[in-house]
């Protein structure tokens, strides 16, 4: 329940891909176009697809048109944006004056968000090893990892509000929490939606025996 209206405030309310991957984005829209274009048809899959041209861009000379190498950005992407709310959760952690339950929810929020760094850490090179020479079962263990990983680490984030849902909440923490927050786990749901169009495209088809 807790999940759903949180989804909802997320679809409302949209967010640009901040600061650096936002300006980088521009040398690589015109320098190469057929990956720009590559990325822009990816994002279409995922949940913020706006988002999604907005942080991808800027990795358009590595991803070229490589669904591999665009899920390893959007999670690279996501495991900057869960580290560094997770440094503005635990800086909320020092702050003096919050009353016990707000303390409690501070607290369970930098939990769920260190646990998140964690999943989405680990996933990068369990991603790596989805190469060349993995085949059949050894690619789909090591993607089915990353998509339970991933959607660990997107749990975490949704998790991390519903100790501020109660009544008599400060405000100002919850509302600066509830921004960061919000733009991780969309980042993070829309780098979910590209390692499953990798896994959905690359999924080694099963070799009939049958004549
Ligand atoms: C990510 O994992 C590596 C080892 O796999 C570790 O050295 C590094 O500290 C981790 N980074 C974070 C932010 O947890």
Redesign the pocket.
């Known amino acids: 329940m807790g999940n759903h209206s949180l989804h909802l405030l997320i679809i409302f309310m949209s967010f640009q891909c901040f600061l650096a991957y936002h300006t980088m984005a521009k040398p690589s829209m015109t320098s190469n176009p057929a990956a720009i274009k590559f990325i822009k048809s990816s994002c279409k899959s995922t949940l913020y697809p706006v988002l999604c041209v907005q942080c991808l861009s800027a990795f358009a000379n590595t991803v070229k048109q490589s669904e591999k190498q665009l899920a390893h950005a959007a999670l690279s992407v996501s495991?900057s944006r869960a580290?560094s709310t997770t440094i503005f959760v635990s800086k909320l952690n020092r702050i003096r004056g919050l009353k016990p339950r707000e303390k409690q929810a501070v607290k369970d929020c930098l939990d769920t968000m260190s646990d998140s760094?964690?999943q989405i850490?680990?996933s990068i090179?369990e991603l790596g090893h989805t190469g060349q020479f993995s085949a059949g079962q050894d690619f789909m263990w090591h993607v089915s990892n990353v998509q339970t990983w991933v959607s660990a680490a997107l749990t975490d984030e949704n998790t991390c509000l519903d100790g501020f849902s109660g009544p008599g909440m400060n405000g100002n923490v919850k509302a600066a929490l509830r921004v960061r927050i919000l733009h991780v786990a969309q980042v993070t749901s829309n780098a979910l939606a590209l390692v499953n169009r990798f896994a959905d495209r690359h999924r080694p088809r099963t070799i009939s025996n049958s004549p």
């Open positions: 495991l580290k760094v964690d850490n680990k090179p």
